[in-house]
């Protein structure tokens, strides 16, 4: 059965950091598409960062891109997002997601966690 658990979230302070980490379970992660997303309060869901099984590349979001690191441990079959200088606007429900073949479009992917609550305040 597949299934994906986040953890990590929390409130941090603006300029602050947190690990996020997706346990993966009933698939191995490295031979899947698998990435981080984020839903605001009132907005759409967002990439963040994506691993591509597809061509092998790990994407970053424009906005991002800099400050978060997408990383993996095979042993445990888990993935880690580090979030670093965090913004108060990106204060968000934090998904992780996976799919066999998918290209990270969020529209794509199959498989979704419940989601850990990041809060970035003074």
């Known amino acids: 059965q597949v299934q994906l658990v986040e953890s990590g979230g929390g409130l941090a302070q603006p300029g602050g950091s947190l690990r996020l980490s997706c346990a993966a379970s009933?698939?191995?992660?490295?031979?899947?598409?698998i990435g981080w997303f984020r839903q605001a309060p009132g907005k759409e869901r967002e990439g963040v960062s994506c691993?591509?099984?597809?061509?092998?590349?790990?994407w970053y979001a424009d906005s991002i891109k800099g400050r978060f690191t997408f990383s993996r441990d095979n042993v445990k079959n888990t993935v880690y997002l580090r979030m670093n200088s965090l913004k108060p606007e990106e204060t968000a429900v934090y998904y992780c997601?996976?799919?066999?073949?998918?290209?990270?479009?969020?529209?794509?992917?199959?498989?979704w966690g419940k989601g850990t609550l990041v809060t970035v305040s003074s």
């Open positions: 997601a996976a799919d066999r073949w998918g290209s990270c479009a969020p529209n794509g992917m199959e498989y």
């Open positions: 691993f591509s099984h597809s061509d092998g590349s790990v």
């Open positions: 009933g698939f191995t992660l490295d031979h899947y598409t």
